[in-house]
């Protein structure tokens, strides 16, 4: 009873309150390994199945996600973990078993009063054709974006074509949309690189 109240003190920092008692049941529930990591630039979260040096299969969540992106990373990553204990590897990562499990998951979130009506209908969106993660549907990634900080960050899609930006130490000028991402050139070598629309930029004058 201590720890799951505890768990449940340490999750409230990162969830909605309202879904506090859900995801700490569902994990608790599921004997997975659960850590809160620093921020990684490749992905929200992860999932790794237990192994023959590994009792435990492990979830890894960032730590710097709003609350609802925390929410929906970690349905994301537990549906992985429920498709791994029923098929083991035998089904593709991100296949119809994980999207299966995934709505499973979603369902009492989309039907629940305090999720926000427009990530309700952009989760509604999402999955009737499901992505691999939350970051590759743009639509849903904007409707989790507004639930960042106060501290607004300009992205690569707000700026006009053929502004200087600068991401990751390098600078680039923005360049024509393919589909989720903008062709930029990197302005020190000349290359071309896809660039998300969503990406967090600094401006240069």
Known sequence: MGDTLKFKQILSKYLPNDFV??????????????KIVAP???KLGDFKAKGDKSNKSQITIN???NPYAFLITTLHELAHLYTFNKYKN?????GKEWKKEFSILLNPVLIHDALPNE???ALEKSIQNLKASSCSDIH????????????????LEELDENTCFAINKKTYLKGKLRRTRYLCKE???GKSYLIHALAEVNVLE
């Not at 035998?90 to 991100?94: E, G, I, Q």
């Open 63 to 65: 730590g710097d996600l």
């Open 140 to 155: 849903l990634s904007r409707a989790l974006k507004k639930y960042d900080s106060s501290k607004r960050t300009v992205t």
């Open 40 to 42: 990684r630039r490749t």
């Open 187 to 189: 302005m020190s070598s």
């Open 119 to 121: 990530l309700k209908i």
């Open 90 to 94: 035998k089904v593709r990562p991100h």
């Open 21 to 34: 008692p859900y995801i700490s049941e569902l994990i608790m529930q599921s004997e997975v390994k659960f």
